[in-house]
Nanobody, 123 residues
Framework: VQLVESGGGLVQPGGSLRLSCAAS????????MSWFRQTPGKDRDFVVA????????SIADSVKGRFTISRDNAKNTVYLQMNSLKPEDTAVYYC?????????????????WGQGTQVTVSS
């Protein structure tokens, strides 16, 4: 199983970034996917999740209205569009996959993880 994130970087406050996560080694189209984020010394926090069929999404209040998750099951890829970025969005962002099809915000329900990509929001 591999989850490979890309698209992180340095962006100014108010800017946008799009993260991608390419998946392989499991049945992507049957798996709910999510993004979590983590800052040094803190727990890894749920950001957003999408069901296997894209029918439902779950999103943390802190990013509601600014972040959007989507997926392309033909490309085995999940995306995180981040708009109106704030300095407090600075973190390492991790892609994660469940063995189930429905969304969850519980970290222990995700079996597979990517290596993470750094997002820094700063002027």
């Amino acid at each position: 199983v591999q989850l490979v994130e890309s698209g992180g970087g340095l962006v100014q406050p108010g800017g946008s970034l799009r993260l991608s996560c390419a998946a392989s080694g499991f049945t992507f189209s049957s798996s709910a996917m999510s993004w979590f984020r983590q800052t040094p010394g803190k727990d890894r926090d749920f950001v957003v999740a999408i069901s296997a069929t894209s029918r439902t999404t779950s999103i943390a209040d802190s990013v509601k209205g600014r972040f959007t998750i989507s997926r392309d099951n033909a490309k085995n890829t999940v995306y995180l569009q981040m708009n109106s970025l704030k300095p407090e969005d600075t973190a390492v962002y991790y892609c994660a996959a469940r063995t189930g099809a429905t969304t969850s915000s519980r970290i222990y329900e995700y079996a597979y993880w990517g290596q993470g990509t750094q997002v820094t929001v700063s002027s």
